[in-house]
């Protein structure tokens, strides 16, 4: 599973760029509780990204975005893509199937 981020706007250091902590996503789902012990023993990595670049990360990796210091946009297209169901019993908000068919869950 792999998260593609097109960003619209330049998303530098002033404008609220996404924080991540490298390697998490290898944990799988961590509980709430243990966030805070993985950013003290992570460096935490700002990712900068320019107009029309793009930012390809893992969706459990642990991420954040700063708070915005200066008014500016910072418009994010994102789209995850899989090649197969979600493990360990995790669910799409939303199923898609081939060709963009949206299917029924009920």
Known sequence: MVAV???????????????????????????????EAWRRRTAEVTCIVPRGGLLLMRPLLLHASSPAKSPVHRRVIHIEYAATELPNGLEWYEAWGRFGAKQDRG
């Open 5 to 35: 981020r097109v960003h619209l706007d330049a998303c530098g250091p002033d404008n609220g760029p996404l924080r991540v902590l490298p390697g998490s996503h290898r944990a799988g789902r961590i509980p709430t509780g243990e966030i």
